[in-house]
């Protein structure tokens, strides 16, 4: 929740910078406030956050040999599995959607911000209501109905690129800030319930390094999809000045993102049970 006020934030400050400064002042600005943000954690001790002490002398080695054993439990392993590979089948195009809207469709840079933030509004709305509401529904049904949603969504954006919306009345801007910005964050929805899941399967005391293992899968996993993505806008034959083909690799997109579907049988739902172990432990 605090990452997604972050967001909202960022993108209002970043959406008034981008008609104001020029590229350059906007690039060595960022670069100031990382540099700020990097001294000032230099200067907190991890004494001064109250966390616990670790015993445990051997350090990484015995980090490292804990997360090789909690990797070799099936659950753990098969989940992370379906995961990795619920992102990285799936071409992503989203680079392509962004120059067809701002070079195809002439869609001004203060629509995409507030498409940005919109996006960030979702993805509050999203932790809230998990918090409150969802976290009882088994983790396989609900990150895969947002799966299913993904994919609803890729369609829709070919419906988009056909024009089918706007000849229904719906001005471009209006899909950019309300559809696209929600489907950017859609992606990450699935982490939440997802790191839920390994909080609830992971032996005591490795939580944290499960964690970073699962966030550098999903980089990875990133990576693969960007790859995909180029490849597939190649395939279809999108250029520079021709977006025909696009509508069909959104479809194919599409496809790809329901794939993962037959096999979500790879995802633990048997939680209760681990929850118990994990408190008799």
């Avoid at 409150?132 to 419906?159: C, E, G, H, N």
């Avoid at 950017?184 to 909080?199: D, G, T």
């Avoid at 609830?200 to 990875?220: D, I, K, N, R, T």
Wanted: glycine share 8%; charged share 15%.
């Amino acid at each position: 929740m605090a990452s997604s006020a972050g967001g909202i934030i960022g993108n209002l400050l970043g959406g008034v910078a981008v008609a104001r400064f020029a590229p350059q002042s906007m690039f060595l600005l960022f670069a100031l406030l990382l540099s700020l943000q990097f001294f000032i954690t230099l200067t907190i001790h991890e004494s001064s956050l109250n966390l616990p002490k670790n015993k445990n002398e051997e350090g990484m080695r015995k980090q490292f040999s804990d997360l090789v054993l909690a990797l070799r439990k099936p659950e753990i392993a098969y989940s992370i599995g379906w995961f990795f590979a619920s992102y990285a089948i799936i071409p992503a195009l989203t680079g392509t959607m962004f120059f067809y809207q701002t070079q195809y469709l002439k869609i001004e840079t203060s629509v995409l911000g507030i498409s940005k933030v919109f996006g960030q509004v979702a993805l509050l709305l999203w932790s809230a209501i998990y918090s409150k509401k969802l976290k009882s529904v088994p983790p396989r049904r609900l990150i895969s109905m947002i799966q299913a949603t993904m994919a609803v969504f890729m369609v829709s954006d070919a419906l988009f690129v056909k024009q089918f919306y706007q000849k229904m009345g719906v001005p471009d801007s209006v899909y950019v800030v309300v559809f696209s910005g929600f489907l950017e964050v859609l992606f990450f929805f699935k982490i939440l319930p997802f790191s839920v899941l390994m909080a609830q399967l992971c032996p005591p005391g490795c939580e944290g390094s499960l964690m970073a293992f699962v966030m550098s899968a999903v980089a990875l996993a990133f990576i693969v999809s960007g790859y995909l993505g180029v490849a597939l806008a190649s395939i279809v034959g999108v250029t520079g000045n021709e977006f025909f083909g696009l509508s069909r690799g959104l479809l194919i997109q599409a496809a790809c993102t329901l794939l993962p579907l037959f096999w979500s049988s790879y995802i633990y739902d048997d939680t209760k049970s681990k929850v118990k172990s994990k408190k008799e432990e």
